[in-house]
Protein backbone atom coordinates (compact mmCIF):
# COMPACT_ATOMS: atom_id res chain seq x y z
CA UNK A 1 0.00 0.00 0.00
CA UNK A 2 1.54 3.81 -1.08
CA UNK A 3 0.27 6.30 1.01
CA UNK A 4 -0.67 9.31 -0.44
CA UNK A 5 1.21 12.66 0.81
CA UNK A 6 0.62 16.05 0.25
CA UNK A 7 2.71 19.38 1.05
CA UNK A 8 1.85 22.17 2.58
CA UNK A 9 5.00 24.36 1.87
CA UNK A 10 7.54 22.90 -1.32
CA UNK A 11 10.88 24.55 -0.19
CA UNK A 12 14.33 23.46 1.07
CA UNK A 13 13.67 20.97 3.14
CA UNK A 14 10.27 19.13 2.07
CA UNK A 15 11.64 19.32 -1.84
CA UNK A 16 15.02 18.66 -1.07
CA UNK A 17 14.52 15.80 1.78
CA UNK A 18 11.22 14.52 2.26
CA UNK A 19 10.04 14.35 -1.34
CA UNK A 20 13.70 12.58 -2.22
CA UNK A 21 13.64 10.46 0.66
CA UNK A 22 9.67 8.74 -0.25
CA UNK A 23 10.51 8.97 -4.13
CA UNK A 24 13.96 7.36 -3.87
CA UNK A 25 13.76 4.84 -0.96
CA UNK A 26 11.57 1.89 -2.59
CA UNK A 27 10.88 0.88 0.85
CA UNK A 28 9.31 4.06 2.23
CA UNK A 29 5.79 3.43 1.37
CA UNK A 30 4.70 6.99 0.30
CA UNK A 31 3.51 8.52 -2.82
CA UNK A 32 3.94 12.46 -2.76
CA UNK A 33 0.46 13.62 -4.93
CA UNK A 34 0.27 17.36 -4.26
CA UNK A 35 1.39 21.08 -3.02
CA UNK A 36 0.29 23.88 -1.87
CA UNK A 37 2.80 26.87 -2.10
CA UNK A 38 2.25 30.68 -2.22
CA UNK A 39 4.98 30.99 -4.17
CA UNK A 40 5.03 30.31 -8.01
CA UNK A 41 8.22 29.06 -8.41
CA UNK A 42 8.42 26.71 -5.86
CA UNK A 43 4.92 25.63 -7.58
CA UNK A 44 6.58 25.93 -11.10
CA UNK A 45 9.15 23.15 -9.29
CA UNK A 46 6.62 21.08 -8.24
CA UNK A 47 5.16 20.21 -11.41
CA UNK A 48 8.36 20.04 -12.58
CA UNK A 49 8.34 16.50 -10.55
CA UNK A 50 5.22 15.64 -11.72
CA UNK A 51 3.00 17.25 -8.27
CA UNK A 52 -0.03 19.07 -8.55
CA UNK A 53 0.34 22.76 -7.31
CA UNK A 54 -2.31 24.92 -5.81
CA UNK A 55 -1.84 28.23 -4.78
CA UNK A 56 -4.36 28.10 -2.03
CA UNK A 57 -5.59 25.80 0.81
CA UNK A 58 -8.84 25.21 -0.27
CA UNK A 59 -8.25 23.62 -3.70
CA UNK A 60 -5.34 21.67 -2.23
CA UNK A 61 -7.91 20.55 0.82
CA UNK A 62 -10.60 20.00 -1.83
CA UNK A 63 -8.30 18.20 -4.28
CA UNK A 64 -7.65 15.67 -0.99
CA UNK A 65 -7.21 12.04 -1.07
CA UNK A 66 -3.99 12.49 1.03
CA UNK A 67 -3.15 9.45 3.67
CA UNK A 68 -0.62 12.12 5.42
CA UNK A 69 -0.05 15.75 5.03
CA UNK A 70 3.46 17.17 5.57
CA UNK A 71 3.66 20.96 6.64
CA UNK A 72 7.00 22.61 6.32
CA UNK A 73 6.12 25.98 5.53
CA UNK A 74 7.92 28.51 7.71
CA UNK A 75 7.24 28.11 11.46
CA UNK A 76 4.80 30.66 11.91
CA UNK A 77 2.06 28.78 9.66
CA UNK A 78 2.61 25.26 11.38
CA UNK A 79 -0.23 25.65 13.79
CA UNK A 80 -2.87 27.24 11.48
CA UNK A 81 -1.64 24.77 8.58
CA UNK A 82 -1.51 21.69 10.80
CA UNK A 83 -5.35 22.64 12.44
CA UNK A 84 -6.42 22.96 9.05
CA UNK A 85 -5.67 20.05 7.36
CA UNK A 86 -6.69 17.86 10.47
CA UNK A 87 -10.47 19.89 10.54
CA UNK A 88 -10.49 18.65 6.54
CA UNK A 89 -10.09 15.53 7.92
CA UNK A 90 -6.06 14.55 6.84
CA UNK A 91 -3.32 13.18 9.23
CA UNK A 92 -0.42 15.66 9.63
CA UNK A 93 2.97 16.06 10.21
CA UNK A 94 5.00 19.35 10.87
CA UNK A 95 8.40 19.90 10.37
CA UNK A 96 10.00 21.01 13.37
CA UNK A 97 9.30 23.26 15.34
CA UNK A 98 5.93 21.81 15.61
CA UNK A 99 4.82 25.52 16.33
CA UNK A 100 6.04 28.81 18.08
CA UNK A 101 5.22 27.88 21.67
CA UNK A 102 3.34 25.30 23.56
CA UNK A 103 -0.25 27.48 23.26
CA UNK A 104 0.13 26.84 19.95
CA UNK A 105 1.04 23.20 20.10
CA UNK A 106 -1.58 22.46 23.24
CA UNK A 107 -4.26 23.84 20.21
CA UNK A 108 -3.31 21.41 17.83
CA UNK A 109 -3.09 18.53 20.14
CA UNK A 110 -6.74 19.59 20.80
CA UNK A 111 -7.49 19.21 17.14
CA UNK A 112 -6.43 16.43 16.73
CA UNK A 113 -7.61 14.58 19.95
CA UNK A 114 -11.16 16.06 18.45
CA UNK A 115 -10.90 15.47 14.74
CA UNK A 116 -9.61 11.62 15.50
CA UNK A 117 -6.52 12.69 12.91
CA UNK A 118 -2.69 11.52 13.42
CA UNK A 119 -0.60 14.69 14.86
CA UNK A 120 3.19 14.49 14.97
CA UNK A 121 6.57 16.00 14.09
CA UNK A 122 9.42 16.03 11.68
CA UNK A 123 11.75 15.23 14.90
CA UNK A 124 14.42 13.40 12.37
CA UNK A 125 17.47 13.95 14.69
CA UNK A 126 16.35 11.32 17.06
CA UNK A 127 17.59 8.87 14.51
CA UNK A 128 21.35 10.99 14.24
CA UNK A 129 24.01 8.81 14.37
CA UNK A 130 25.93 10.56 16.97
CA UNK A 131 22.76 10.62 19.32
CA UNK A 132 22.33 6.91 19.01
CA UNK A 133 25.90 5.98 19.87
CA UNK A 134 25.65 8.40 23.18
CA UNK A 135 22.20 6.70 23.92
CA UNK A 136 23.60 2.96 23.06
CA UNK A 137 26.65 3.73 25.72
CA UNK A 138 24.25 5.19 28.41
CA UNK A 139 22.02 2.05 27.73
CA UNK A 140 24.97 -0.18 28.39
CA UNK A 141 26.25 1.79 31.76
CA UNK A 142 30.24 2.48 29.76
CA UNK A 143 30.12 5.35 32.80
CA UNK A 144 27.93 4.26 35.24
CA UNK A 145 25.13 6.58 35.89
CA UNK A 146 25.18 9.56 34.43
CA UNK A 147 24.67 13.05 36.28
CA UNK A 148 25.59 15.85 33.26
CA UNK A 149 24.84 15.15 29.86
CA UNK A 150 26.55 18.21 27.66
CA UNK A 151 24.83 18.63 24.30
CA UNK A 152 26.78 21.09 21.92
CA UNK A 153 26.50 22.44 18.63
CA UNK A 154 29.65 25.07 18.38
CA UNK A 155 29.83 26.38 15.47
CA UNK A 156 33.23 27.96 14.69
CA UNK A 157 33.15 29.49 11.22
CA UNK A 158 29.91 31.54 11.65
CA UNK A 159 27.90 29.19 9.88
CA UNK A 160 24.08 29.09 10.20
CA UNK A 161 23.43 32.49 10.98
CA UNK A 162 19.70 33.51 10.70
CA UNK A 163 19.11 34.81 7.66
CA UNK A 164 15.86 35.40 5.85
CA UNK A 165 12.41 34.38 7.71
CA UNK A 166 14.69 32.31 10.22
CA UNK A 167 15.83 35.64 11.14
CA UNK A 168 12.51 36.94 12.07
CA UNK A 169 10.68 36.44 14.96
CA UNK A 170 7.36 37.08 14.27
CA UNK A 171 7.92 33.65 11.86
CA UNK A 172 9.19 31.40 14.80
CA UNK A 173 12.41 32.52 13.58
CA UNK A 174 16.01 32.29 16.32
CA UNK A 175 18.36 29.42 16.70
CA UNK A 176 16.43 27.88 19.89
CA UNK A 177 13.73 26.93 17.91
CA UNK A 178 15.70 25.61 14.73
CA UNK A 179 18.44 24.29 16.61
CA UNK A 180 17.33 24.43 20.20
CA UNK A 181 14.55 22.15 19.70
CA UNK A 182 16.21 19.43 17.67
CA UNK A 183 18.90 19.08 20.35
CA UNK A 184 16.16 19.62 23.47
CA UNK A 185 14.25 16.79 21.59
CA UNK A 186 16.95 14.67 21.76
CA UNK A 187 17.52 15.20 25.39
CA UNK A 188 14.11 14.77 26.87
CA UNK A 189 13.85 11.40 24.58
CA UNK A 190 17.26 10.28 25.69
CA UNK A 191 16.51 10.93 29.87
CA UNK A 192 12.70 10.53 29.69
CA UNK A 193 11.89 11.60 33.43
CA UNK A 194 9.81 14.78 34.15
CA UNK A 195 11.56 18.34 34.24
CA UNK A 196 12.25 20.26 37.26
CA UNK A 197 13.86 22.93 36.48
CA UNK A 198 14.82 25.14 33.34
CA UNK A 199 17.43 28.06 33.30
CA UNK A 200 18.45 29.43 30.00
CA UNK A 201 20.29 32.36 28.48
CA UNK A 202 18.79 32.98 25.12
CA UNK A 203 20.44 36.18 23.27
CA UNK A 204 20.91 37.74 20.06
CA UNK A 205 24.65 38.13 18.92
CA UNK A 206 24.74 39.03 15.78
CA UNK A 207 20.87 38.70 14.31
CA UNK A 208 18.59 41.43 14.82
CA UNK A 209 15.65 40.40 15.88
CA UNK A 210 16.14 36.53 16.94
CA UNK A 211 18.49 34.83 19.13
CA UNK A 212 21.58 33.58 17.24
CA UNK A 213 22.91 31.84 21.13
CA UNK A 214 21.31 29.51 23.66
CA UNK A 215 22.16 27.98 26.08
CA UNK A 216 19.86 25.98 28.30
CA UNK A 217 20.20 23.65 31.75
CA UNK A 218 17.73 21.54 32.91
CA UNK A 219 17.21 19.70 35.78
CA UNK A 220 15.14 16.23 36.39
CA UNK A 221 13.64 15.03 39.27
CA UNK A 222 16.18 12.54 39.48
CA UNK A 223 19.12 14.84 40.30
CA UNK A 224 20.38 14.51 36.71
CA UNK A 225 21.45 17.68 34.85
CA UNK A 226 22.18 18.37 31.09
CA UNK A 227 22.81 21.12 29.28
CA UNK A 228 22.38 22.20 25.62
CA UNK A 229 23.95 25.04 24.12
CA UNK A 230 23.63 26.40 20.33
CA UNK A 231 26.21 29.17 19.28
CA UNK A 232 26.84 30.28 15.51
CA UNK A 233 30.10 31.93 16.07
CA UNK A 234 32.05 30.64 17.89
CA UNK A 235 35.78 30.34 17.27
CA UNK A 236 36.88 27.54 19.47
CA UNK A 237 34.66 24.75 19.44
CA UNK A 238 33.84 22.48 22.26
CA UNK A 239 32.52 18.37 21.53
CA UNK A 240 29.06 17.92 19.95
CA UNK A 241 28.55 15.48 23.82
CA UNK A 242 30.77 15.62 27.00
CA UNK A 243 28.62 13.25 29.11
CA UNK A 244 29.74 12.81 32.95
CA UNK A 245 29.09 9.54 35.04
CA UNK A 246 29.65 7.95 38.78
CA UNK A 247 32.08 5.98 36.79
CA UNK A 248 33.85 7.92 33.88
CA UNK A 249 32.98 10.56 31.03
CA UNK A 250 32.46 9.83 27.16
CA UNK A 251 32.24 12.28 24.92
CA UNK A 252 32.26 12.69 20.78
CA UNK A 253 33.63 15.49 18.89
CA UNK A 254 31.86 15.99 16.27
CA UNK A 255 28.31 14.99 14.76
CA UNK A 256 29.81 12.58 12.25
CA UNK A 257 32.17 10.59 14.41
CA UNK A 258 32.01 6.96 14.35
CA UNK A 259 32.61 6.06 18.12
CA UNK A 260 32.08 7.30 21.36
CA UNK A 261 35.11 8.21 23.21
CA UNK A 262 35.40 6.72 27.21
CA UNK A 263 37.79 7.66 29.88
CA UNK A 264 36.48 5.32 32.86
CA UNK A 265 37.80 4.52 36.04
CA UNK A 266 39.35 0.34 36.14
CA UNK A 267 39.08 0.26 40.21
CA UNK A 268 38.11 1.99 43.12
CA UNK A 269 37.56 1.70 46.77
CA UNK A 270 35.93 3.33 49.97
CA UNK A 271 36.92 3.58 53.07
CA UNK A 272 36.36 4.93 56.36
CA UNK A 273 39.17 7.13 58.47
CA UNK A 274 40.28 9.38 61.01
CA UNK A 275 40.19 12.91 59.77
CA UNK A 276 41.00 15.96 61.82
CA UNK A 277 38.36 18.44 62.66
CA UNK A 278 38.59 21.29 64.97
CA UNK A 279 35.96 22.07 68.03
CA UNK A 280 36.18 24.66 70.57
CA UNK A 281 39.78 25.30 70.12
CA UNK A 282 40.61 21.87 70.32
CA UNK A 283 41.70 18.92 67.50
CA UNK A 284 39.33 16.08 67.44
CA UNK A 285 38.92 13.08 65.07
CA UNK A 286 36.04 12.43 63.20
CA UNK A 287 34.79 9.24 60.99
CA UNK A 288 34.97 10.22 57.63
CA UNK A 289 34.43 8.51 54.53
CA UNK A 290 37.08 8.79 51.31
CA UNK A 291 36.80 7.72 47.98
CA UNK A 292 40.02 6.64 45.78
CA UNK A 293 40.14 5.57 42.39
CA UNK A 294 42.82 3.02 41.33
CA UNK A 295 43.01 4.07 37.70
CA UNK A 296 41.52 4.44 34.37
CA UNK A 297 41.22 3.18 30.94
CA UNK A 298 40.39 5.01 27.66
CA UNK A 299 38.89 3.63 24.94
CA UNK A 300 36.87 4.22 22.07
CA UNK A 301 33.46 2.25 21.81
CA UNK A 302 32.53 0.13 18.83
CA UNK A 303 31.54 1.65 15.71
CA UNK A 304 27.84 1.05 15.21
CA UNK A 305 25.90 1.61 12.12
CA UNK A 306 25.28 5.58 11.38
CA UNK A 307 21.64 6.88 12.04
CA UNK A 308 18.93 6.64 9.37
CA UNK A 309 16.19 9.61 9.16
CA UNK A 310 13.82 7.03 6.89
CA UNK A 311 13.23 4.89 10.58
CA UNK A 312 10.80 8.37 11.16
CA UNK A 313 8.73 7.61 8.20
CA UNK A 314 8.72 3.63 8.17
CA UNK A 315 7.64 4.00 12.11
CA UNK A 316 4.87 6.53 10.38
CA UNK A 317 4.17 3.57 7.82
CA UNK A 318 3.61 0.68 10.50
CA UNK A 319 1.37 3.97 13.11
CA UNK A 320 -1.11 4.42 9.48
CA UNK A 321 -0.64 0.46 9.05
CA UNK A 322 -2.47 0.39 12.93
CA UNK A 323 1.32 -2.01 13.29
CA UNK A 324 3.42 0.14 15.14
CA UNK A 325 3.08 2.96 18.37
CA UNK A 326 4.15 6.59 16.90
CA UNK A 327 7.52 7.36 18.25
CA UNK A 328 7.13 11.03 17.79
CA UNK A 329 4.82 11.62 20.17
CA UNK A 330 2.74 14.51 20.24
CA UNK A 331 3.11 14.82 24.46
CA UNK A 332 6.52 14.85 23.77
CA UNK A 333 6.62 17.61 21.67
CA UNK A 334 4.32 19.45 23.70
CA UNK A 335 6.57 19.11 27.03
CA UNK A 336 9.66 20.08 25.04
CA UNK A 337 7.81 23.40 23.87
CA UNK A 338 7.28 23.82 27.66
CA UNK A 339 11.05 23.49 27.98
CA UNK A 340 11.57 26.11 25.24
CA UNK A 341 8.98 28.87 26.58
CA UNK A 342 10.70 28.39 30.54
CA UNK A 343 14.30 28.78 28.35
CA UNK A 344 12.78 32.20 26.97
CA UNK A 345 10.95 33.46 30.08
CA UNK A 346 14.08 32.48 32.14
CA UNK A 347 16.16 34.00 30.25
CA UNK A 348 14.33 37.79 29.88
CA UNK A 349 13.32 37.61 33.67
CA UNK A 350 16.57 36.35 34.65
CA UNK A 351 15.28 33.33 36.62
CA UNK A 352 15.01 29.80 36.82
CA UNK A 353 11.69 28.45 35.88
CA UNK A 354 10.03 25.44 38.03
CA UNK A 355 7.88 23.12 35.32
N1 LIG B 1 14.00 18.51 10.41
C1 LIG B 1 15.02 19.12 9.85
O1 LIG B 1 16.14 18.62 9.89
C2 LIG B 1 14.79 20.43 9.15
C3 LIG B 1 15.80 21.00 8.34
C4 LIG B 1 15.51 22.22 7.69
C5 LIG B 1 14.29 22.84 7.86
N2 LIG B 1 13.35 22.26 8.68
C6 LIG B 1 12.03 22.91 8.91
O2 LIG B 1 11.31 22.87 7.68
C7 LIG B 1 10.48 24.03 7.59
C8 LIG B 1 10.79 24.75 6.28
O3 LIG B 1 12.14 25.14 6.26
P1 LIG B 1 12.89 25.39 4.87
O4 LIG B 1 14.32 25.51 5.18
O5 LIG B 1 12.45 24.37 3.88
O6 LIG B 1 12.29 26.81 4.49
P2 LIG B 1 12.01 27.38 3.05
O7 LIG B 1 11.84 28.85 3.20
O8 LIG B 1 13.02 26.87 2.06
O9 LIG B 1 10.61 26.72 2.64
C9 LIG B 1 9.39 27.14 3.15
C10 LIG B 1 8.35 27.03 2.05
O10 LIG B 1 7.06 27.31 2.58
C11 LIG B 1 6.37 28.18 1.68
N3 LIG B 1 5.39 28.90 2.47
C12 LIG B 1 5.61 29.88 3.38
N4 LIG B 1 4.46 30.27 3.94
C13 LIG B 1 3.48 29.51 3.38
C14 LIG B 1 2.07 29.45 3.56
N5 LIG B 1 1.43 30.24 4.43
N6 LIG B 1 1.38 28.54 2.85
C15 LIG B 1 2.01 27.73 1.96
N7 LIG B 1 3.34 27.77 1.73
C16 LIG B 1 4.07 28.64 2.45
C17 LIG B 1 7.45 29.03 1.05
O11 LIG B 1 7.04 29.60 -0.17
C18 LIG B 1 8.58 28.01 0.90
O12 LIG B 1 8.50 27.34 -0.34
C19 LIG B 1 10.77 24.87 8.83
O13 LIG B 1 9.79 24.63 9.79
C20 LIG B 1 12.13 24.36 9.30
O14 LIG B 1 12.32 24.52 10.69
C21 LIG B 1 13.59 21.08 9.32
Avoid at 191 to 220: C, G, H, I, M, Q
Avoid at 222 to 247: C, F, H, K
Avoid at 279 to 297: K, M, P, T
Wanted: glycine share 10%.
Amino acid sequence: MEYKVGYIGFGGMISGYHYAAVTTDETLPFEPTAVFDIDPERRADAEKRGLLAFDNPEDFFAHGGYDLVVVGTANNYHCEMACRAMEAGFNVMTEKPAARNAAEVEKMIAVSEKTGRLFTVHQNRRWDGDFLMIRQALEDGVIGKPFMIESRIHSKNGNGDMYGWRGMEDHGGGMLLDWGVHMLDQLLFLVNEPVKTVSAVVRPLWSEEVDDYAKVLLTFESGLAAQMEVSTYNPIPLPRWIVYGDRGAMTMQEMGDRAVHVRRMTGDSSAVEKAKAFEDFRVVLRDQSRHRIDGFEEFDTDNTPGGDWHSLYRNLAGVLAGTEELIVKPRQVLNCMKVIDAAFRSSREGVTVRL
